[in-house]
């Protein structure tokens, strides 16, 4: 089973998994350990202002309210929402979902996993509020073709960070770069331009 009561004893019935958030904080890699709420009547993950200043992150533009009051929600990229579900032969596997995530303007709640991140994995819930058990089934090809598996080891993370900071800083240089002049004269003796 990979859904359970909280640690922490708050919200009894409610489903509750160990995970993570991933990211950056000033291109350097960052993991965030996080009791997640798998929320079914979110449509995003969302997570404290406290988790949320630990990645840097990219406005999506909009905000979002809460259904139960307490401030507004930016709704942003550069958190990754790491969580497990199960295989059909109840085999756990650590997915990440890349989808949009909220950041409170408070620290009061819990961090929740919403449906686009569940739907990302093609997963579903599965909760017995009485037994408090409970699993994140996907089919056996979800797991391998649509989850996005968690690196395996420090230095592919330290690649991939890599990666994504040389990429950064090309399209920096991109922008900068003034764009190359083509100019073409005739040359005698034959047809059309040459380019110079």
Not at 1 to 21: E, I, N, R, Y
Not at 73 to 89: A, K, L, N
Not at 135 to 159: G, H, I, M, Q, Y
């Amino acid at each position: 089973m990979t859904l359970g009561p909280a640690q922490s004893g708050v919200k009894p019935d409610c489903p509750f998994q160990q995970g993570s958030a991933h990211g950056t904080k000033n291109s350097i890699p960052v993991q965030q350990a996080i009791e997640w709420l798998i929320d079914t009547g979110a449509e995003i993950a969302v997570v404290r202002a406290n988790v949320g200043s630990q990645f840097d992150v990219v406005s999506a533009g909009f905000s979002a309210s809460p259904t139960t009051g307490g401030g507004g929600i930016q709704v942003v990229t550069g958190v990754d929402v790491c969580f497990t579900v199960e295989d059909p032969s109840g085999a756990a596997h650590q997915v990440v979902s890349s989808r949009y995530v909220g950041i409170k303007s408070q620290n009061a709640g819990s961090n929740l996993i919403g449906m686009a991140q569940i739907a990302d994995v093609q997963a579903e819930v599965r909760w017995d509020p009485g037994t408090k058990c409970g699993a994140l089934r996907v089919p056996a090809p979800a797991v391998s073709s649509r989850a996005r598996r968690e690196p395996e080891d420090e230095k592919e993370r330290e690649r991939q960070a890599r990666v994504a900071r040389n990429q950064a800083h090309l399209k920096e240089i991109a922008k900068t770069r003034p764009k190359p002049k083509l100019e073409t004269d005739t040359v005698p003796g034959m047809l059309g331009d040459v380019l110079l």
